[in-house]
Nanobody, 113 residues
Framework: QAQLVESGGGLVQSGGSLRLTCAGS????????MTWHRQAPGKAREWVAT???????FYADFVKGRFTASRDDAKNELYLQMDNLQLEDTAVYYC???????WGQGTLVTVSY
């Protein structure tokens, strides 16, 4: 059964960095389109980034230049490096197997002053 587990969230000060990890099991991440989304309190879930099987990446405008997606095929893991975090980046971050519409449970990122 395909599963995704996110980790790496936490509390960070404005301007700081975090790296999120999405560990896949039951399927090979490099075979599918993977995405990152986030949901801030009281707001709808929104798309953050896409990592295509061939390695191409796409980002929402509000994270361009600050967030970087990457993948470790040996570990079957997807990452989201988040730099220069801002208060408005506070949210639960989710990874998704776009092809099967499988979601992880999410990991909370809180950015403080």
């Amino acid at each position: 059964q395909a599963q995704l587990v996110e980790s790496g969230g936490g509390l960070v000060q404005s301007g700081g960095s975090l790296r999120l990890t999405c560990a896949g099991s039951g399927f090979t991440l490099s075979d599918v389109i993977m995405t990152w989304h986030r949901q801030a309190p009281g707001k709808a879930r929104e798309w953050v980034a896409t990592f295509a099987p061939g390695g191409a990446t796409f980002y929402a405008d509000f994270v361009k230049g600050r967030f970087t997606a990457s993948r470790d095929d040996a570990k079957n893991e997807l990452y989201l490096q988040m730099d220069n975090l801002q208060l408005e980046d506070t949210a639960v971050y989710y990874c998704q197997n776009f092809d099967s519409q499988t979601w992880g449970q999410g990991t909370l990122v809180t950015v403080s002053y």
